[in-house]
């Protein structure tokens, strides 16, 4: 699952973001998302739950990796109840050659237009 024949090797650890609650069916957007915003990023494997897995949703990302900037992460949809959902307890820093590119990555990735100070 995180190596495939064709493609680069994945390291030993990957984070993972799984997609629950109010964020079931947001995988592949994200992946989507992330994959247009960082500019030295990369596609890894797709794969959907097809017909007849449930208690999952077809069409739902059963697995993805994509890399960005070189650190691989993995994204994964779930329609099970889990007691938990994104937040402020992991998080991913972007290491940045100027303000130009801070400014990229804060107007793409800040949920809030009037966002505060970034650093």
């Given at each position: 699952?995180?190596?495939r024949p064709e493609?680069?090797?994945?390291?030993?650890?990957?984070p993972a973001?799984m997609?629950?609650?109010?964020n079931?069916r947001?995988?592949?957007?994200?992946r989507?998302?992330?994959?247009?915003?960082?500019?030295?990023?990369?596609a890894?494997?797709?794969?959907?739950?097809?017909?007849?897995?449930?208690p999952?949703?077809?069409?739902?990302?059963?697995?993805s990796?994509?890399?960005?900037d070189?650190?691989?992460?993995?994204?994964?949809?779930?329609?099970?109840?889990?007691?938990?959902?994104?937040?402020?307890?992991?998080s991913?820093?972007v290491?940045c050659q100027?303000?130009?590119?801070?400014n990229?990555y804060?107007?793409a990735l800040?949920?809030?237009?009037?966002?505060?100070?970034c650093?």
């Open positions: 699952m995180l190596t493609g680069d090797p994945r390291p030993g650890i990957v973001m997609f629950t609650g109010p079931f947001k995988a592949e957007a994200a989507t998302f992330y994959l247009e915003v960082f500019r030295h990023s990369k890894g494997g797709l794969r959907h739950f097809g017909p007849g897995m449930e999952n949703e077809e069409g739902t990302v059963m697995f990796d994509l890399a960005l070189g650190t691989w992460i993995a994204m994964m949809d779930s329609p099970n109840i889990h007691d938990f959902n994104f937040n402020e307890a992991v991913f820093m290491y100027d303000q130009a590119e801070v990229h804060w107007q800040n949920a809030t237009p009037d966002g505060g100070q650093g």
